[in-house]
């Protein structure tokens, strides 16, 4: 018996939940919705920050940029709330063939 330490149990714990919650229709569904998100706030990073876009409209250069960064941390924090699951399973996986393949129900 492989003998896993408390931080390998408690990813195997959380890739075998993530891999049956990504299985799950409602997850199809929050993912296309958080897709669906980066894309509105990607096609905003699109624009030119120019005074003239109704985007940015009354507000000034300083703004506008900050505005433009604040957006960039919510592409950079959705794109990673949708990572989690599939990097969690990854790291389980890795964690299973360094101890030859054992099963996670340790």
């Avoid at 390998?8 to 890739?15: D, G, H, M, T, V």
């Avoid at 624009?47 to 876009?53: F, G, K, R």
């Avoid at 990097?87 to 393949?101: E, N």
């Amino acid at each position: 018996m492989v003998d896993y330490n408390a931080e390998e149990k408690a990813i195997l714990r959380l890739a075998r939940a993530f891999r049956e919650m990504e299985a799950t229709e409602w997850w199809k569904e929050y993912e296309k919705i958080v897709k669906a998100q980066i894309e509105t706030r990607e096609q905003l990073l699109r624009l030119p920050l120019s005074e003239n876009n109704e985007a940015f409209k009354g507000m000034d250069f300083m703004t506008r940029a900050a505005s433009q960064e604040t957006i960039k941390g919510a592409v950079i924090g959705l794109r990673l709330a949708l990572s989690i699951p599939s990097l969690t399973i990854k790291h389980g996986s890795d964690i299973l063939r360094d101890h030859g393949g054992v099963n996670e129900d340790a």
